[in-house]
């Protein structure tokens, strides 16, 4: 219903694991978004790609590596990480355009938790 | 500095009573504006925007928001809740010249049988 998909819905992994996360948008927008949902904290917005080139990178640690190979699919690979990187992991997507005013659309997240 | 606040974290009402969730923003020029619910396990699901024109907006499930431009608010209604209500909502701004939207902190709504 929402049009943007995420793989897999659950991860559990282990500090010295690497796995990547799948996003995909059948909107047919143009800009893609990764955001990390911590309990009790604002919305962390990670990454942002628009036409498939990375606009924003929040000081994001490299543990986390985008990829986006086109306008539909998004990836976050995960590798190293720390028990504080377990969170709710969510993509979006939007129709960028001059002025702003552009509505993003989410998918369901994955829960992520690094034992 | 940009900010949005929510100022209740939760929020108990019995079911068939009215809601308002308030959403406060600090933002220099005219913002745009969205409300977004997040059933548990779920990703977030857009329930209404303000962009500009009438201050009342009429979203999905029979919620509206307000924009009062004087209050710096958005503040997100319902009439009647019914059970299948209960979730977290997010209030959002984002601006006319940045992709990036600002979220408040989100309030939890409990619905009381």
């Known amino acids: 219903e929402t049009g943007v998909t995420q793989t897999p819905r659950h991860l559990v992994m282990g500090m010295t694991n690497k796995k990547s996360l799948k996003c995909e948008q059948h909107l047919g927008h143009n800009a893609m978004y990764w955001y990390k949902q911590s309990a009790k904290k604002p919305l962390e917005l990670m990454f942002v790609y628009s036409l498939e080139e990375r606009v924003e990178n929040n000081s994001v640690p490299s543990r986390f590596s985008p990829e986006c190979p086109n306008s539909s699919h998004l990836f976050l690979h995960l590798h190293t990480l720390q028990p504080e990187d377990s969170a709710l992991y969510l993509c979006a997507s939007s129709q960028q355009k001059a002025g702003g005013r552009e509505t993003q659309y989410f998918g369901p997240g994955t829960r992520l938790l690094v034992l | 500095a940009q900010s949005v606040t929510q100022p209740d974290i939760h929020i108990t009402v019995s079911e068939g009573a009215s809601l308002e969730l308030r959403c406060n923003y600090s933002?220099?020029?005219?913002?745009?504006l969205f409300w977004y619910v997040q059933s548990p396990g779920q990703g977030l699901q857009l329930l209404l925007k303000y962009f500009s024109g009438d201050t009342l907006v009429q979203g999905i499930k029979g919620f509206e928001a307000e924009f009062k431009r004087s209050q710096s608010s958005f503040n997100l209604r319902k009439p009647s809740v019914h059970w299948s209500d209960a979730a977290e909502y997010f209030c959002a701004v984002g601006t006319y010249s940045n992709y990036q939207l600002i979220w408040g902190a989100g309030t939890k709504l409990i619905i009381k049988p």
């Open positions: 933002y220099g020029a005219t913002p745009y």
